[in-house]
């Protein structure tokens, strides 16, 4: 299950948004949330220099595929001794290439992960997870600070 949704920004730039930390070799910006029931939510929005508050932005979801983790589907230039899993979907530098081939656009990406590794045994354990996914939308977009496009 891929999302997408288009919102906008505003307000003076700051050093680094709210909230977040800069990590590893491409020094973006990462929040990591913990919804319940056992979900957890890693955004990552580019480095400082390059988010522009008062830039569109685009909130890019991306549930994970079964069985794999975070770090897996971000990727990594892997080792012999490395999971396979890490050489597969390189999610963050698709959206480090999305970002270099947009630059009037803030886009963020959520990794969102779940306890079981698996969306549809997620949903079924979850009858009520319409309302904990709208939920988590809507504070994953606050802690942004960003409102839909109108």
């Keep these: ?3 997408v ?13 709210p909230g977040f930390t800069v990590s590893g070799q491409f020094r973006e910006q990462v929040r990591v949330f913990q919804f319940e029931p056992g979900v957890t939510v890693t955004m990552v929005a580019a480095p400082e220099r390059d988010f522009h508050p008062q830039q569109p932005s685009t909130l890019i979801l991306y ?14 230039a892997s080792g012999p001794k490395d999971d396979w899993h890490f050489d597969i979907q ?11 081939a947009n630059p009037g656009r803030n ?8 306890t079981q590794k698996s969306w549809p045994a ?3 354990a979850n009858k009520n997870n319409p309302a904990l996914i709208a ?3 809507a504070k ?11």
């Excluded at 994953?140 to 109108?150: D, E, F, P, Q």
Aim: hydrophobic share 50%.
């Design 122 to 124: 997620w949903r079924a």
């Design 140 to 150: 994953l977009r606050a802690a942004l600070r960003i409102r839909s496009a109108a």
């Design 135 to 137: 939920d988590m939308v």
């Design 90 to 100: 390189h999610i963050g530098a698709q959206t480090r290439l999305l970002r270099a």
């Design 1 to 3: 299950m891929v999302s």
């Design 107 to 114: 886009l963020v990406i959520a990794y969102l992960e779940n």
């Design 5 to 17: 949704f288009v919102l906008c920004a505003g307000g003076a730039r700051a050093e680094s948004m």
């Design 63 to 76: 549930a994970l595929p079964n069985g794999n983790t975070t770090a897996q589907t971000i990727g990594k």
